[in-house]
């Protein structure tokens, strides 16, 4: 049976088996500052005092349900 070729007429090359410290040296390699970029961008926030006021009201209402059982 015919061994199948890549676009480039040359046939494919095993999968090496790479060790733990190989695979996080390529990866660290590869990890280009658009990567960090993702990670470093500000998300928008709640405000403390908003979220606080949202817990006391829901703590508010498991209050009022325990008084009455």
């Known amino acids: 049976m015919k061994k199948k070729t890549s676009s480039n007429g040359r046939a494919r090359a095993k999968p090496k088996k790479e060790t733990l410290r190989q695979i996080y040296a390529r990866v ?6 658009a990567d960090l970029q993702k990670y470093t961008v500000d998300e928008p926030g709640i405000p ?19 008084r009455v059982s």
């Open 28 to 33: 660290k390699r590869e990890f280009s500052a």
């Open 48 to 66: 403390a005092r908003q979220l606080l006021a949202e817990l006391e009201q829901i703590q508010a209402k498991f209050d009022r349900r325990r």
